[in-house]
């Protein structure tokens, strides 16, 4: 079955780094687009970054633009969110999905805090 792990969220200070890692298994990993999303109490859903399957094409949020960078290792079934110059308002609960016919799958998330 299709499954999506997340990991290396944590509580850092602002303008701090993290490393977001999705883990995924059940499916045929290169042949998907992916994407993460972060989910906020006050905001709810929003779409931060998507990569194509090649790792080539990647796109951005305005808000994270410039700051994160989204990559993927096909061998390694394995897609990552390095997030840089992390501010307050990136606070969330960030989740990587996949859509794989005829449904989206999404991890359980991880946690990201910024907070002095």
């Known amino acids: 079955q299709v499954q999506l792990v997340e990991s290396g969220g944590g509580l850092v200070q602002p303008g701090s780094s993290l490393r977001l890692s999705c883990a995924a298994s059940?499916?045929?990993?290169?042949?998907?687009?992916m994407n993460w999303v972060r989910q906020t109490p006050g905001k709810g859903l929003e779409w931060v970054s998507s990569i194509y399957s090649d790792g080539i094409n990647t796109y951005y949020a305005d808000s994270v633009k410039g700051r994160f960078a989204i990559s993927r290792d096909n061998a390694k079934n394995t897609m990552w969110l390095q997030m840089n110059s992390l501010k307050p308002e990136d606070t969330a609960v960030y989740y990587c999905n996949a859509r794989v016919y005829p449904r989206t799958y999404w991890g359980q998330g991880t946690q990201v805090t910024v907070s002095s």
């Open positions: 059940g499916f045929t990993f290169r042949r998907y687009y």
